[in-house]
């Protein structure tokens, strides 16, 4: 959960480092560090806060000269976020200096053994113990950096990315990987180490991820020797070349990500389906579902598991599968669901989503279910991720970078996937009719448009948000297919405003929830008309009557939930299923307006991180 970034070669590292740093906040960002080598002397610059913050620390206290540097920006697991716990560490000697994404499991047995052996800590991180440990093998066993590095890796449990520079050898950086991603960027005659790409977009398309257990010596004026970390045996590194463009990873004139990926959804929702959704030949195309349609259509039952928003998805996938495909469905939250000895067998077909492809517990469910023999099938957004290799097969999401912590592109862009997915098994097992899947695949197309329509309410959002900043509480409400979507537009207010907000089953509101209602309760209703909706209308009927504040979601024309709520927004009439690809965007909107004028950093909300790759 935090981004790492290496240089080595002939350009300065300072700037390349910062800037990398800045791109891979979304990772972490309580505390960052920078670790400079200019031929001669090292110099290291740490503070808590963020590479803003950093960058003011180093440019005034440090030489920021050099070709080689080390970056870290950090998201606390051992140790609260302040200068001592941050990254870089250096080994007791000041020879050796490590940055490291991941958790070193077994540290305090280390670290207690390596302290008897009159090692001194200054940090509380497990990662100051790895780097000394690699400096005992070093001295003990009179063996090279490389060398200590996969020693020392085989006497830890956890995960890693690692980058580590010795003094006495500084013409190289070692690196190695077991959990956590790296990316090694090769340029002419230089190196770049990152946990992904986008440090060094700008300078090279060529890249090589790590593998996990696999170690590499990154070396001046030499080629990558890779190895595995167990046994030693020598790896042929893999040469990619990256898709990433510059633009996609800036703000594009947006003041946020967040904004600038709300307002892509049109395009990421169209990338999803272009080339699959073949609405003339009235087919949908996708290659890892061809290739295993026998599996799919044989299951007992589909598992969905996912964290957070990507749960979101799967959720509505529920419905949708099982509504037009006729499948069985579970949604399992992949942190439980890894931990509760599930009944698995090899009819079941597992679908893995998530945005990053790097998250923990979805990777270690995926892991599990493929143990006990099913079919695992991952949803992923980031090409090459973790999840995305480790999965039998996948479909891309193709929503393109999304850096803002909140997840938006990646949610309608994961129903946009998984909707096709369902549509096609329903037409594979004959239940549609040739035109009402065809009338289907034509709204599909259609979508786009309409969220482009959407968009369009963002002022009238904008000064309802202004009405309801100052709350302290807030509930969501939909029925169905927009039962998730009230889930999701919770916490979206919940993580980027703070406000406490919960969303429930609009008829589970009676049982509970409706003791909280007051005239300051914002209660946000989604009431289109397709779905349940006298149903809805009775709910927001008894919402009224305790006087709460009704912001309804409505199908454009409506009059009835007009009448009665305080506040509504339209979305275009569309398919029942397809609603929550509408339903959605207002309710990010409103959290990113609310949260805007609460002052809170809307991109990188506290104590959150883009990619949880720890459990
Ligand atoms: O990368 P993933 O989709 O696996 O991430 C899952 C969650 O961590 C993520 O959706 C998180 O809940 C977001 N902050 C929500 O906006």
Not at 286 to 294: P, S
Not at 386 to 395: L, M, Q, V
Not at 545 to 557: D, L, N
């Amino acid at each position: 959960m935090c981004g790492i970034v290496g240089y080595i070669g002939q350009r300065d590292a300072y700037p390349i480092i910062i800037k990398g740093l800045q791109r891979l906040e979304y990772r972490g960002y309580d505390s960052a560090g920078i670790f400079l080598y200019d031929g001669e002397t090292m110099h290291l610059s740490k503070t808590k806060g963020k590479v803003e913050d950093l960058k003011h620390k180093s440019e005034t206290s440090i030489d920021i000269s050099g070709k080689l540097g080390l970056g870290h920006t950090r998201w606390a697991t051992h140790g609260i976020p302040n200068d001592i716990n941050s990254h870089p560490h250096s080994s007791n000697s000041g020879d050796l200096v490590i940055i490291h994404n991941g958790i070193i499991e077994n540290y305090e047995s280390i670290k207690k053994a390596l302290q008897e052996r009159g090692y001194v800590f200054e940090s509380d991180t497990d990662t100051e113990v790895l780097v000394n440990l690699i400096e005992e093998v070093k001295q003990k066993e009179q063996v090279k950096l490389g060398k200590a590095v996969q020693i020392a890796l085989n006497q830890v449990v956890g995960a890693y990315a690692i980058a580590v520079f010795d003094r006495t050898k500084p013409d190289e950086i070692v690196v190695a990987k077991l959990g956590s991603p790296l990316a090694i960027g090769i340029g002419d005659n230089e190196y770049f180490v990152a946990s992904d790409a986008s440090p060094f977009i700008e300078f090279t398309n060529n890249a090589v991820y790590l593998e996990d257990e696999e170690m590499a010596i990154i070396r001046l004026g030499k080629e990558i020797k890779l190895r595995k970390i167990k046994d030693d045996a020598i790896a042929y590194p893999t040469i990619q070349e990256l898709q990433l463009n510059i633009e996609e990873i800036e703000k594009g004139g947006y003041d946020h990500f967040m904004l600038k990926e709300i307002y892509e959804q049109p395009r990421a929702i169209l990338d999803t389906y272009r080339g699959r959704l073949r609405v003339n030949q009235g087919i949908i195309k996708m290659a890892g579902i061809d290739q295993n349609l026998e599996k799919f259509l044989n299951a007992n039952r589909i598992i969905i598991v996912a964290c957070g928003t990507s749960w979101h998805a799967g959720l509505v996938a529920e419905y949708t599968f099982e509504d037009l495909a006729r499948v069985p469905v579970e949604v399992e939250y992949a942190s439980e669901f890894r931990y509760r000895n599930p009944v698995i067998t090899d009819k079941d077909v597992l679908i893995a989503i998530s945005q990053s492809g790097e998250t923990a517990d979805t990777l270690a469910a995926i892991k599990m279910a493929k143990e006990k023999g099913a079919f695992v099938f991952g949803v992923c957004n980031v090409v090459g991720s973790s999840i995305a290799r480790e999965t039998h097969a996948g479909a891309y999401t193709h929503a393109g970078p999304e850096i803002g912590v909140a997840s938006t592109k990646a949610f309608t862009t994961q129903i946009t996937i998984l909707t096709m997915i369902a549509l096609k098994l329903a037409k594979e097992k004959g239940i549609f009719s040739e035109s009402r899947f065809h009338a289907l695949l034509t709204e599909l197309e259609g979508i786009p448009a309409k969220v482009e329509k959407v968009l369009e309410s963002n002022v009238l959002i904008e000064q309802i948000a202004e009405v309801y900043k100052d709350s302290t509480n807030c509930l969501y409400l939909g029925r169905g297919y927009n039962f998730p979507v009230a889930l999701e537009g919770a916490l979206k207010l919940k993580e980027i405003s703070y406000i406490h907000a919960e969303g429930y089953p609009a008829a589970e509101m009676k049982h509970g929830p409706i003791a909280l209602i007051d005239e300051q309760m914002p209660v946000v209703v989604i009431a289109t008309r397709k779905g349940h909706y006298e149903k809805v209308i009775s709910n927001i009927q008894e919402i009224k009557s305790r006087h709460g504040k009704i912001i309804a979601v409505v199908t454009e024309g409506d009059e009835m939930v007009t009448e009665l709520a305080d506040h509504v927004i339209e979305v275009p009439e569309t398919t029942e299923a397809l609603t929550p690809l509408l339903t959605t965007i207002p309710l990010q909107l409103l959290s990113y307006h609310i949260a805007l004028m609460r002052g809170c950093n809307v991109d990188q909300p506290r104590n959150l991180a883009k990619s949880v790759t720890v459990e």
